[in-house]
């Protein structure tokens, strides 16, 4: 089974933002890059990011700094982010948006033709450096076509399953590609993981089939710490019909546009439920939330903009409360502006020209005209590897992580926005740091045995003639998840949980998926398997310890925030014996300095 | 709705034999094409190759031939399609065949790599930033709405007919000419490229090409025209002729 190793000094997993901005970082660096991705270059999940950027830039509104930036992710975590990692993320967010536009990026711009910044849910001023509802696309194409000039080597869908260490530092990876099965082992003298997440272990979700928790489980398999798995974001607006497209995102534009949330009374019920933490900032009135929009700087955010955990929580109450629509969601209007500005329906396409496609094309409805149907939908998960916040490295000696697979930044909710300048100032750092790691530390050592040992696992789904095939498997975890583990949980059916994921592991362990290894996507299902089941774990069993509502996490049995929670973030670990090992640790220190910021500023 | 007939393109590898194989399978409300061979796939071809990704119509990753037009598989919707006879799905024929729907589209990723990337002009202001007017992003903001799915390389009679791959890049390639060439901040000049290695003279603006791209790009009118007339104007125009004479330029 023997085969030659590609070699490289930083072996990057993962292509989407995070991993293109590291990649060119250590490319940057004058080290050797391999970058491996399961799709082709340029789909990777970053494309689907609408919104905007954050970077605290200020060209819309100078009262804008870091400090404000970093406040406002700290609130919105609820206090359990690593604050190092928010710090860095306020300070150097502006210097890696202004660098994608010298690689040839075109944000939309202010009149004065600076880079424009819209409004966000819990940013306190217009903040996102955005391209229409397309900054994604923007962003990882602009990062494509520069990368691709920089001497780094794309192996492109292949799909990493396991990690090589050499005396408990990471030394490469194996993976197969898709369409032959052919295997590859890499070398490399440090690794970052930019994998993305997990969205597939849940069954409505905004997600591409590449979530399925790959960087998580690679690194905890390797002996890496996970932190805060029980955050899990539900987007607040997925589309909900027709059918074949339930959780396909609606991007929180469509409410920094001036989209508004009603049941089918017609109600703004939002209004009438906005949280302490957030009374001082949020409007009292429909007119003033509007004034918001169009950018007077005295009104305060209308409640459609208040963070995605408790919006998402909101609707979720006026369905259970019959006062969905028809299709199990609320409405979300955009076409009412028409009652604001004159041209509304050539504004909104040119605002939101993706949105107006993907409803006019996927649901025959114009968004110019009439109300969407919307719920929420499992979108992005807070918890992940748990890293250095200066240089991104994970628990196990080089290996990073950056992005949506890396934890710290976000703590117990993401604010909107916050996502595309992550991975762009993360990537950078773990590409720094990881080049820098392979300069200092030299080669490593293949363990071919343990090479060979791992391609022989992957591929006993294929050997076994009998058996249950992994679709099954796949579908029962994702309607557990979705049920037990979703939007509202109890300690009862997190334990349910846990127990039937434990059985389904079981049942993964004997999975059969015959035929040939070209193209065999029951195979790869059956590979995914074992990724999206220790990942569903570490959510359920970090969510089961703990007993409080904080972000995300919405506990029916511990309905409130709980002071010593508020202390500790869940690790997540694997034990001696191979069991899942989760416990508290304390939250990171903040400085005094971000400590009064965080005082003064509320 | 009811069961719905599928002729599908099935294929071992580029070498294999290929052809057509019927399915049948429920549509129901809302479907689109993706969904339907997915169906397919889990019902009775488990082992048919398809390339997705985020079935939304932003990753340009389903492009197919449905019933022998260019789309993306996710944004065509069952319901558009006519009942009475059966749905043919097959690849994209101006590319190789990996197996059944997944064609190698590698060769789009090494003509870009040939292209001379953006070069921006020195920053406008102080603190390293530039001013830029909303009306000149637009513009270009046209062609970066571009999703990579390589459609119009499909449908171009130039690539898919004439098979000129080695003295042509396609539509695809124009626009991201374009997008560089009409960029308000780049320096670069890729106007003698486009002329002698890209080829854009083959184009004999047939507009198949815009016909079938799912952003909406205006390729022919907005992106291969301004083209044409730049390298017209920068080879062709008599003065600038006798002035490269007289300066001992290479003529045109």
């Known amino acids: ?602 | 709705m009811a069961a719905t007939r599928f002729r599908i393109w099935r294929q071992e590898g580029a070498e294999g034999e290929g052809g057509y194989r019927d399915y049948t399978t429920e549509v129901t409300e809302g479907m689109v094409v993706l969904d339907a061979v997915h169906q397919i796939q889990a019902e009775s071809a488990n082992d048919l190759a398809v390339r997705w990704n985020c079935k939304a119509g932003k990753c340009g990753s389903c492009s197919a031939e449905v019933n022998g037009n260019p789309r993306l598989m996710c944004m065509t919707r069952m319901s558009d399609l006519p009942t009475d006879r059966p749905v043919t799905v097959e690849p994209m024929r101006a590319f190789p065949v990996i197996r059944d729907l997944v064609c190698d589209v590698s060769w789009n990723y090494e003509v870009k790599k040939k292209i001379q990337p953006f070069e921006p002009r020195p920053p406008d202001a102080e603190d390293g930033t530039w001013r830029i007017a909303q009306e000149d992003v637009e513009r270009v903001q046209e062609f970066r709405k571009c999703i990579e799915c390589f459609l119009c390389q499909d449908v171009c009679h130039v690539l898919r007919d004439h098979h000129l791959h080695d003295e042509f890049v396609g539509p695809r390639f124009f626009v991201y000419n374009a997008a560089l060439e009409m960029h308000p901040l780049d320096t670069g000049d890729r106007l003698s490229a486009l002329k002698q290695d890209e080829g854009i003279g083959y184009c004999n603006i047939t507009k198949c090409c815009t016909k079938v791209c799912p952003e909406h790009i205006t390729i022919t009118d907005n992106a291969i025209i301004p083209l044409k007339e730049r390298v017209v104007s920068e080879f062709y125009d008599p003065l600038k002729k006798l002035f490269r004479v007289f300066s001992g330029g290479s003529a045109a």
Not at chain 1, 175 to 199: H, N, P, S
Not at chain 1, 210 to 226: K, M, Q, R, S
Request: aromatic share 6%.
């Open chain 1, 1 to 602: 089974m023997e085969q030659t190793p590609y070699e490289y000094d930083v072996l990057v997993i993962g292509a989407g933002g995070a991993g293109l901005r590291a990649a060119i970082e250590v490319s940057a660096a004058g080290a050797s890059c391999g970058v491996i991705c399961k799709s082709l270059l340029g789909k990777a999940h970053t494309v689907m990011a609408e919104g905007g950027m954050a970077a605290a830039i200020g060209n819309v509104d100078e009262r804008d700094d870091w400090k404000v930036h970093v406040t406002d992710t700290l609130r919105g975590g609820q206090y359990l982010s690593n604050p190092k990692m928010a710090e860095i993320h306020a300070k150097e967010a502006p210097a890696r948006a202004l660098e994608l536009e010298a690689w040839g990026a075109l944000f939309d711009r202010t009149k004065d033709g600076r880079i424009l910044q819209r409004n966000f849910g819990g940013h306190r001023y217009p903040r996102l450096a955005h391209v229409g509802d397309r900054t994604g696309l923007e962003m990882i194409r602009t990062l494509q076509d520069h990368g691709i000039h920089h001497g780094i080597d794309f192996h492109m869908e292949y799909t990493v399953f396991r990690l090589l260490l050499d005396d408990g530092r990471v030394a490469g990876a194996l993976a197969y590609d898709r369409e032959r099965g052919r295997f590859r082992v890499y070398r490399a003298k440090a690794v970052v993981l930019a994998t993305g997440g997990i969205g597939r272990a849940f069954k409505i979700t905004s997600n591409s089939w590449e979530y399925t928790g790959d960087g998580h489980t690679l690194a905890y398999d390797a002996g890496a710490d996970l932190i805060d798995m029980e955050f899990v974001q539900f987007h607040p607006t997925g589309m909900v019909w027709p059918p074949s497209v339930r959780g396909i995102l609606v991007t929180e534009g469509v409410r920094g546009e001036g989209g508004i949330l009603l049941n089918s009374d017609g109600e703004r019920f939002l209004f009438d439920e906005i949280p302490a933490l957030y009374k001082d900032q949020t409007a009292d009135s429909a007119e003033e939330g509007w004034r918001y929009v169009v950018g007077d700087r005295d009104a305060r955010r209308p409640p459609e903009l208040l963070t995605r955990d408790h919006v998402a929580r909101c609707i979720v109450n006026q369905i259970k409360s019959g006062k969905g629509s028809p299709h199990g969601g609320v409405y979300l209007d955009i076409a009412w502006i028409k009652e604001k500005i004159s041209n509304s329906e050539e504004h909104i396409r040119k605002k939101l020209p993706s949105m107006y496609h993907q409803f006019k094309e996927l649901a025959g409805l114009d968004i110019t005209k009439e109300r969407m149907e919307v719920g929420p939908t499992t979108h992005y998960v807070m918890g992940g590897v748990r890293v250095d916040a200066e240089s991104q490295m994970s628990t196990v000696p080089g290996l990073y992580a950056a992005g949506e697979c890396a934890a710290g930044l976000h703590g117990a909710n993401r604010l909107g926005g916050n996502s595309l300048s992550d991975l762009l100032v993360f990537g950078q750092r773990a590409g720094a740091y990881a080049a820098a790691f392979a300069k200092e530390h030299g080669d490593v050592r293949l363990d071919q045995a343990s090479a060979d040992a791992g391609i022989r696992e992957a591929l006993q789904p294929l050997e076994r003639e009998r058996g249950e095939g992994p679709y099954q498997i796949q579908y029962e975890l994702q309607d557990l998840m979705q049920e037990k583990v979703g939007i509202v949980r109890i300690e009862s059916e997190l334990e349910q949980a846990v127990e039937e994921i434990d059985r389904l592991s079981e049942r993964a362990k004997a999975v059969s998926a015959p035929g040939n290894r070209e193209y065999n996507p029951g195979w790869h299902t059956a590979l995914d398997l074992h990724n999206l089941l220790v990942v569903s774990e570490a959510v359920a069993r970090a969510g089961l310890l703990r007993r409080e509502s904080r972000g995300a996490q919405f506990r029916d049995d511990y309905p409130q925030k709980d002071e010593h929670f508020g202390k500790v973030n869940i690790r997540v670990a694997r034990g001696a014996d191979k069991e899942m090992v989760v416990e508290e640790i304390p939250v990171e220190p903040m400085s005094d300095e971000l400590t009064g910021l965080v005082e003064e500023m509320g």
